[in-house]
Each structure stands twice: as C-alpha cells, then as structure tokens.
C-alpha cells in the first residue's frame, strides 16, 4: 500500500522536533542518568502545554483528539533525544489502557489529568525473572484490595498511579492503583534514567478496571497497540545513532583518509541504514493500522516491533564499534542509545516473545 503522514502530521512532529532540540537535548538525559534530577518534569509538562500528551486522547476527556499518526510521530522524536520523561509509561501503556477499558467515571478522572500532565502513571506487570503469564501472576486482587509485588516497573519511582495486572477471583484482572501509601523500592536498571522501582501492595484499595477474568486479553490487546508507538520510539533513536556513527566516520581520519572511506565501516553503515529503512515501512503500515483499527493490527504491530527492535540494537551497537575505542568512554554519548536501545528491546517482552506473537498472528492474517 502506499502510505505516508499528512502535512499536518508532518508539522506536528516538527513542532515537537524543534520545542525537544531547544529543551531536551542529551545534556538533559545525563543529567538525569548522574542523579542530578529524577526525570526532565519541565518538559513533561512542556509537552503537556503543546497538547502532546493529549494527542490521541478524546476532546471528551481533555484531550486533542488527533488520532494516532501524530502521536507516532512525537514518540519519533522523543525517541531522538532519549528524553528522560515518563511518556511511554502514562501514554502509550497507561491512558490507552484507560482509554480502551476505562468506565466514563474512570477516563474522566484520569484521562484528564493525564493529557494536561497533571499525574505520571505506569504499567506494574513483571513479578519475576520468568516471562509474566496468566497462571503464574502471584499479586493478588480480592475485595477491593490488591496484595503482592511488581519488579522493575518503569517510571515506578515517580508515578501517582499503575495500571496493575493482577490475579482475581475469576481470572486475571486489570486494575488502577494510587500509588501515594504503596512502598517503593529503586531498582537498577540498564537505563537508570527510567526512574524503575519495585512496587509492594499490603491490602491498598484499588479499582477494576475493564472486564473482571479478561485481564491477560485486555493486556495483549493493550501491548499491541502499545508497541507500534514503541517502535516508532525506537525507530528515532536507531535514526539518530546511525547519524551519530555516519557523522564520526566523516570527520574521523586514519592513515589520512576518513575512516568512512574504508570498506568494512562502509559495509557496517549500509547494514545500519537497510535495517532502519525496513523497520520504517513496518513502522509506518503499522501506524496505519493502528489508527483504523485494521483486522490486521496484530501482525502489523509485531512486524513493526520485530525490525525496529532488531534496527535500534543494531545501530545501537555498531555506532560503538564504529567510534571505536572512543565509543565505550562515558564522555561520547553512543553508551547512552546503547542503554535505551537494551530497555525498549525488554519493554513490552523481548525479542523472542515479539517474533512468536509475530508467528502466532500470520495464520490470523491468511485466514
């Protein structure tokens, strides 16, 4: 098909473009990995006031109402910059949770606050190392109370509130938790600029949220759409670190030639920009389908989640090899999309588990 983003798309994302390369750029992502603030809150709520957060939230809700399209575009460039801000955690997983399962009550109350940047959120599903499933979820939800521990939530540390994937008394169970009386402990992680924390639940009050025994389809159904936004996510930053590499091997100059004249970092930058421009065209009919709902939404998204996935690492990667000795000192910025490269990869579920919802969808699509 022949798909691309309309000119006011297009203009959305440069205003985003523009607002994140004056106030975003990656001294703010190093201040933040140095512990010199939490997250950038200031251009949270920066985008807020441009209406980014409400882009495909309903007018009904305090939204924009815009639709998806340019709300993929903003992660794009989000991903750019590696913004340090909770934007993936509220948006792509917490609103679009609430906007698809939420009671009128329930979108009213956070919806709003969400698109005016008013409140953070996040998605508390991981329990172990294992991969999380339906029959293993250990937190529990009975009575109005949830009791149990999330690990390495995203965004855990500063969030108000987590949409919390739990165990109930006819099946799995979604609900939304106010985290301000629930204990947090800082986690570690490969991109300490997350602000990740473990979350431990003794009996705190908590609302259902959606269809009580539906809640590991609801979540499939939610992470699906969410990854298309995470590709695109990835898809900025794979961007940029290619465009890191390409500009180092221009100005770099061995045995008096620029290092971008030698062959094998020819061959090195060619398999980068192939693996960006496939995970383009996944990305972008992905989006397509994302907001019409198409029938084959499933597929499309893991398609796009697979190669944006494997071209983020890839450029990731090699945009080290290709600084080389100087690539792995703290003071070049390649570790930094290396970092962020590695916690989108484990975001939704890795690689593996994306390439077996990916099989798993293509008797659906043939059918």
């Not at 709300?71 to 609103?95: D, K, M």
């Not at 294992?130 to 390495?152: A, D, H, R, W, Y």
């Not at 695109?232 to 004249?261: C, D, H, T, W």
Request: hydrophobic share 45%.
């Amino acid at each position: 098909m022949d798909f691309d983003f309309s000119n006011e798309d297009r203009m959305i994302q440069e205003q985003v473009r523009r607002y994140l390369q004056d106030q975003c750029q990656l001294n703010r992502h190093r201040s933040v990995l140095d512990g010199n603030e939490t997250q950038a809150l200031d251009v949270w709520q920066g985008l807020a006031a441009m209406g980014v957060q409400g882009t495909a939230i309903s007018e009904d809700y305090g939204g924009v109402g815009a639709g998806y399209l340019p709300l993929c575009l903003a992660a794009q460039e989000i991903g750019a910059v590696l913004a340090p801000i909770p934007f993936s955690s509220s948006i792509y997983l917490a609103a679009e949770a609430i906007s698809l399962f939420g009671s009128t009550a329930q979108k009213e109350r956070f919806l709003t606050k969400l698109a005016s940047g008013e409140i953070i959120a996040t998605l508390a599903l991981v329990e172990d190392h294992l991969e999380p499933s339906p029959n293993q979820l250990q937190t529990k939800f009975k009575n109005g109370v949830l009791s149990g521990s999330k690990m390495i939530v995203p965004h855990g540390m500063i969030a108000n509130i987590a949409i919390v994937v739990a165990s109930g008394d006819s099946g799995p169970q979604l609900v939304i938790a106010d985290l301000t009386e629930v204990q947090r402990t800082p986690v570690q992680s490969v991109d300490p600029t997350l602000a990740a924390a473990s979350l431990h639940f003794n009996g705190n009050s908590v609302e259902a949220l959606g269809v009580a025994g539906n809640g590991w389809g609801q979540l499939q159904q939610l992470l699906h759409r969410a990854a298309v936004l995470f590709a695109f996510e990835q898809l900025g930053g794979a961007e940029q670190a290619l465009n890191m590499a390409v500009a180092y091997a221009k100005e770099r100059f061995a045995f008096g030639r620029p290092i971008g004249s030698f062959q094998a970092l020819k061959h090195m930058m060619a398999d980068m920009y192939v693996a960006l421009k496939l995970a383009e065209s996944n990305a972008y009919y992905a989006a397509w389908a994302l907001e019409n709902n198409a029938p084959d939404l499933n597929l499309a998204a893991a398609t796009a989640r697979v190669s944006a996935t494997q071209a983020f690492q890839l450029c990731a990667r090699d945009n080290i090899q290709i600084h080389g000795g100087m690539g792995f000192t703290w003071e070049f910025d390649c570790h930094l999309y290396y970092r962020r490269s590695n916690y989108l990869t484990l975001a939704l579920g890795g690689l593996t588990v994306w390439e077996n919802k990916l099989i798993e969808a293509l008797p659906q699509a043939v059918a």
